[in-house]
């Protein structure tokens, strides 16, 4: 039903913005339903700037394309998709693969002994809708480095009573295929400094938006057009406050299964702590019992749910592609050993009226 909702309030915002044309001058201004999504991010991370993006990999990539101070090699995780890791490559970066703590997230251990003086950035992923601690910030500052978090799956996840994101000095957030906000694609990066942000504006909007937030700065003619459509951005607005409602109670849901497996002997994953909120983006755990006896208890106990493999199956760089990168470029090998236990040992949940592998809302 709420997905039947959502889809109906953005045909209406949609049909409503392609029979004014007002809307469509606005959507390259940045004003309207593209103003109106960035300040309800603002509000949600309680940051003073946010901008729209065609894909969080876009956004990623453009991040990374205006450091000040470029950083040659970039911690970030092992395990996450492709796309989190692809703005790193292609502005001329190192990914200095890092280890994962047991929930898939990144370990500041990990973190704190892979920098060194040149190191000027991090990322930092919400595998599966699984927010990140809040001590890289704490390393962030010590530190001195741009912590940049890409919350892709975790729209709706909370830690220690801040939506996730809020601690990150760059918060990235997708509107794309299969995420809890679904506008069809998009997303949009949320941020704490001005300077940043103006540089993103100038090298990856629009003319007419430069010339709105930017008066006092030449017209950039010759940036990159990466911001979102604006059809996802309507459609994303139409339904935030109803999907942040619809990934609460898919988390109570996802909870309350947890601890039925748990208490039945069939999950050994800890229980998240009241400070943690996962969005369960992708529901996984650790089995404890062997899978045909999860299955036959899943039949009996909670039949419209089924086991799935892993959307993500091996750390980035076992990846043939990466791996040829690499010997080209003279990179080093790595291991992260709870990394590959993590893809051969979990499984993942999701229901049976939904057909792949990933959290559909």
């Given at each position: 039903m709420?997905r039947?909702?959502?889809a109906?309030?953005?045909h209406?915002a949609i049909?409503?913005f392609?029979?004014?044309p007002?809307?469509w001058?606005a959507?390259?201004v940045?004003?309207d339903a593209?103003?109106?999504?960035?300040?309800?991010?603002?509000?949600?991370?309680?940051?003073?700037?946010?901008?729209?993006?065609s894909?969080?990999?876009?956004?990623?990539?453009?991040?990374?394309?205006?450091?000040?101070n470029?950083?040659?090699?970039?911690?970030?995780p092992?395990?996450?998709w492709g796309?989190?890791?692809?703005?790193i490559l292609a502005?001329g970066?190192r990914?200095?693969w890092?280890?994962v703590?047991p929930?898939g997230?990144m370990?500041?251990?990990?973190l704190e002994a892979s920098?060194?003086?040149?190191t000027?950035a991090?990322?930092a992923v919400?595998?599966y809708?699984h927010?990140?601690g809040?001590?890289l910030r704490?390393?962030?500052?010590?530190?001195?480095?741009?912590y940049i978090?890409?919350?892709a799956?975790s729209?709706?996840a909370?830690v220690?009573?801040?939506?996730t994101?809020h601690?990150?000095h760059?918060?990235?957030?997708?509107f794309g295929f299969n995420?809890?906000l679904?506008?069809?694609?998009?997303a949009?990066?949320?941020?704490?400094?001005?300077?940043l942000?103006e540089r993103?504006?100038?090298?990856?909007?629009?003319?007419?938006?430069?010339?709105?937030?930017?008066?006092d700065?030449?017209?950039?003619?010759?940036?990159?057009n990466?911001?979102i459509n604006p059809?996802a951005a309507?459609?994303?607005n139409?339904v935030?406050d109803?999907?942040l409602?619809?990934?609460?109670?898919?988390?109570?849901?996802?909870l309350?299964l947890?601890?039925r497996l748990?208490d039945a002997?069939?999950?050994?994953t800890s229980?998240p702590g009241p400070?943690?909120?996962?969005?369960?983006h992708?529901?996984?755990?650790?089995?404890?019992?062997e899978i045909t006896d999860?299955?036959?208890?899943?039949?009996?106990q909670?039949?419209?749910?089924?086991l799935t493999?892993?959307?993500?199956?091996?750390p980035?760089y076992?990846?043939?592609?990466?791996q040829a990168l690499?010997?080209?470029?003279q990179?080093p090998l790595?291991?992260c050993p709870i990394?590959?236990a993590h893809c051969?040992t979990?499984?993942?949940l999701v229901?049976?009226?939904?057909?792949?592998n990933?959290?559909?809302?």
């Amino acid at each position: 039903m709420t997905r039947h909702r959502n889809a109906k309030l953005a045909h209406g915002a949609i049909s409503n913005f392609l029979e004014d044309p007002s809307q469509w001058q606005a959507a390259l201004v940045g004003t309207d339903a593209v103003y109106q999504l960035e300040q309800k991010f603002c509000k949600l991370l309680n940051k003073p700037y946010a901008l729209t993006f065609s894909s969080a990999t876009t956004a990623i990539f453009a991040v990374f394309s205006v450091l000040e101070n470029q950083a040659q090699a970039v911690p970030c995780p092992c395990l996450t998709w492709g796309g989190s890791i692809a703005g790193i490559l292609a502005t001329g970066h190192r990914p200095h693969w890092l280890d994962v703590l047991p929930d898939g997230t990144m370990d500041p251990a990990q973190l704190e002994a892979s920098i060194t003086s040149e190191t000027r950035a991090f990322l930092a992923v919400d595998l599966y809708g699984h927010p990140v601690g809040t001590e890289l910030r704490q390393i962030a500052d010590q530190h001195e480095l741009l912590y940049i978090q890409d919350c892709a799956s975790s729209f709706g996840a909370y830690v220690a009573e801040h939506h996730t994101g809020h601690l990150a000095h760059v918060a990235i957030f997708s509107f794309g295929f299969n995420k809890a906000l679904f506008g069809g694609e998009g997303a949009v990066a949320v941020l704490d400094d001005r300077q940043l942000y103006e540089r993103l504006i100038a090298q990856f909007h629009h003319p007419t938006r430069q010339r709105r937030d930017l008066p006092d700065r030449p017209t950039n003619e010759f940036g990159l057009n990466l911001r979102i459509n604006p059809l996802a951005a309507v459609a994303a607005n139409a339904v935030f406050d109803e999907t942040l409602a619809e990934v609460a109670r898919h988390r109570q849901e996802c909870l309350y299964l947890l601890h039925r497996l748990a208490d039945a002997g069939l999950a050994a994953t800890s229980i998240p702590g009241p400070a943690v909120r996962p969005s369960f983006h992708t529901f996984t755990f650790e089995p404890a019992a062997e899978i045909t006896d999860i299955e036959t208890w899943l039949s009996r106990q909670a039949s419209h749910w089924r086991l799935t493999p892993l959307p993500i199956s091996t750390p980035l760089y076992n990846h043939q592609y990466y791996q040829a990168l690499a010997a080209a470029r003279q990179w080093p090998l790595s291991s992260c050993p709870i990394a590959e236990a993590h893809c051969q040992t979990r499984v993942a949940l999701v229901k049976k009226e939904h057909g792949n592998n990933y959290r559909e809302h």
